[in-house]
């Protein structure tokens, strides 16, 4: 009997491998100019004994208010000081080896790295983005996440393919249309601009930033939706 259940375990292990191995596969097409290091992500996801969990997953409650508590403090989510080390990099990278989807510690990762800050990250954003999207392939956030990333590196080409994956994901994302109106408008492509801004705002979204580069520019015309800014 005990030979039997080791033999399921070692069956069920190589599944999972392959498992991973396959979405890696899947998604590679969006990261072949991402660096080397980051080619090999699916190893950190099978590695460890407790294994990576979903951000999203309201099952992990227990364990994300846990590591938030001890790592992911505000202190290291504003890049401010760490919590176990005297910089953000160890909790950062703590966080995000537990919860590789945890979508405010890879805004913080992308913050700093975008800052070029010292010490550096374990990896860069661009591999924690990755090992996320391994993890989480259809995790629309992760998404927006990366398209946020290469938006402030001003790679707008780049920047709208991830936004669209997110965007089929999950297509009523305000802040989603919000940050592809501010980037149509940087394009100057202003009637894509106009399209998703009046999509962020009818979804919800307070910030008047976009709205009012907009009528700066003479392309909103909608006088009650001037009025309340």
């Not at 537990?98 to 913080?108: D, G, T, V």
Request: proline share 4%; aromatic share 10%.
């Amino acid at each position: 009997m005990i030979i039997l259940k080791d033999k399921f375990t070692r069956i069920l292990r190589n599944f999972l491998i392959i498992l991973f191995l396959c979405q890696l596969f899947l998604i590679s097409s969006s990261f072949a100019d991402v660096s080397s290091q980051c080619k090999h992500v699916a190893r950190e996801l099978i590695g460890g004994t407790r294994g990576p969990s979903d951000y999203n997953n309201p099952l992990n409650r227990k364990h994300i208010i846990i590591v938030e508590k001890f790592h992911f403090t505000p202190q290291v989510e504003q890049l401010i000081k760490g919590s176990t080390d005297t910089h953000p990099p160890h909790d950062l990278n703590y966080t995000l080896k537990h919860f590789p989807n945890h979508h405010r510690a890879l805004y913080s990762v992308i913050r700093y790295d975008l800052a070029n800050r010292k010490p550096k990250l374990d990896k860069s954003a661009e591999c924690y983005l990755t090992l996320a999207l391994t993890f989480k392939p259809r995790d629309a956030t992760v998404w927006m996440l990366f398209g946020l990333y290469y938006q402030r590196k001003l790679e707008f080409e780049k920047s709208l393919e991830k936004y669209q994956r997110s965007e089929k994901i999950n297509p009523d994302n305000a802040q989603l249309h919000y940050n592809l109106g501010l980037l149509f408008l940087k394009k100057e492509d202003y009637k894509h601009a106009l399209k998703h801004a009046r999509k962020a705002y009818k979804l919800g979204i307070k910030l008047p930033g976009l709205k009012r580069k907009l009528i700066k520019a003479g392309k909103w015309n909608d006088k009650k939706l001037i009025k309340a800014i």
